[in-house]
T-cell receptor, first 117, second 113 residues
Framework: GAVVSQHPSRVICKSGTSVKIECRSLDFQATTMFWYRQFPKQSLMLMAT?????????EQGVEKDKFLINHASLTLSTLTVTSAHPEDSSFYIC?????????????FGPGTRLTVL | GENVEQHPSTLSVQEGDSAVIKCTYSDSASNYFPWYKQELGKRPQLIIDIRSNVGEKKDQRIAVTLNKTAKHFSLHITETQPEDSAVYFC????????????FGTGTRLKVLA
């Protein structure tokens, strides 16, 4: 149980385009979803926290107009990287919390590797 | 702000030896401490966790200890195997509000056969 999927797994795009990444909890309802960014050989950096039906809470230094988050349902959150630039190239990972695992365990998606040319 | 320090950043051990990774957190309200194993290009996998009402927890070759007073917690892997080679992350979280994790900087463990 507690499976989180993420799509796409890899995406290559041109500078200036927008990219949407989906995060789904497959077998539980996610009360909260998190979006992380991980650069090579670095730790996971939290970008934002999203709760279903409400606005996402962004971490300091993360541009909310550039990284649009929509948590449309209890099983789906999307991250849209708008006007992507090469410096946005990174590994983006979502995680979800639900009633599974005691309510505070985060289950991670497999990640999306974004390459902006 | 909240911070989690993790040491060492790299660790090489011989197969069969033990490995210890240590973390220190700053937020005294933290009460949940998971450890994740991440292989290259893959998602972090939860390997063990501990809550603040417990001082030690063990699961086969893996154990975690917590010292709330000193705000330290450690991961212990015994009888290491080559497949234990990965990057390990500690995290600290408060279970009030949004369960936000603060991750440590990671430890790259190499188990030499």
């Amino acid at each position: 149980g507690a499976v989180v999927s993420q799509h796409p797994s890899r995406v290559i795009c041109k500078s200036g385009t927008s990219v949407k990444i989906e995060c789904r909890s497959l077998d539980f309802q996610a009360t909260t979803m998190f979006w992380y960014r991980q650069f090579p050989k670095q730790s996971l950096m939290l970008m934002a926290t999203s709760n279903e039906g409400s606005k996402a809470t962004y971490e300091q230094g993360v541009e909310k107009d550039k990284f649009l988050i929509n948590h449309a349902s209890l099983t789906l959150s999307t991250l849209t990287v708008t006007s992507a630039h090469p410096e946005d190239s990174s590994f983006y990972i979502c995680s979800a919390i639900g009633l599974a695992g005691g309510g505070d365990t985060q289950y991670f998606g497999p990640g999306t590797r974004l390459t902006v040319l | 702000g909240e911070n989690v320090e993790q040491h060492p950043s790299t660790l090489s051990v011989q197969e069969g030896d033990s490995a210890v990774i240590k973390c220190t957190y700053s937020d005294s309200a933290s009460n949940y401490f998971p450890w994740y194993k991440q292989e290259l290009g893959k998602r972090p996998q939860l390997i063990i966790d501990i809550r603040s009402n417990v001082g030690e927890k063990k699961d086969q070759r893996i154990a975690v200890t917590l010292n709330k007073t000193a705000k330290h917690f450690s991961l212990h892997i015994t009888e290491t195997q080559p497949e234990d080679s990965a990057v390990y992350f500690c995290a600290a979280s408060t279970t009030s509000g949004t369960y936000k994790y603060i991750f440590g900087t990671g430890t790259r463990l190499k188990v030499l056969a």
